[in-house]
Nanobody, 114 residues
Framework: VQLVEFGGGLVQSGGSLRLSCAAS????????MGWYRQAPEKQRELVAV???????TYADSVKGRFTISRDNAKNTLYLQMNSLQPEDTAVYYC?????????WGPGTQVTVSS
């Protein structure tokens, strides 16, 4: 399984970005599948994840601002990020656990200026 993230960039505080994660194969059975992020000198942390079916889990810090979604027909996972803050600055990674293995994308940089 190969994962590639798109959509990162530089945005001002209060702005929005939409991240995409394209998978090399069908994601119909990809659970859990979600987004993590890693800020400089910090540990990688969960942002949002599909746990099963349409069930999702969000980090407290992004609840109400970020929305995870998926399009199984396009083999793509999304993360809509609104009301971005400087503390959201990080490299964002797509992640999936499938057939006992964990797969990561290379990440996409999100920088939020104040």
């Amino acid at each position: 399984v190969q994962l590639v993230e798109f959509g990162g960039g530089l945005v001002q505080s209060g702005g929005s970005l939409r991240l995409s994660c394209a998978a090399s194969r069908s994601i119909n059975l990809f659970y859990p599948m979600g987004w993590y992020r890693q800020a400089p000198e910090k540990q990688r942390e969960l942002v949002a994840v599909f746990t099963s079916g349409s069930s999702t889990t969000y980090a407290d810090s992004v609840k109400g601002r970020f929305t995870i979604s998926r399009d199984n027909a396009k083999n793509t996972l999304y993360l809509q990020m609104n009301s971005l803050q400087p503390e959201d600055t990080a490299v964002y990674y797509c992640n999936v656990r499938f057939t006992g293995r964990i797969y990561w994308g290379p990440g996409t940089q999100v920088t939020v200026s104040s």
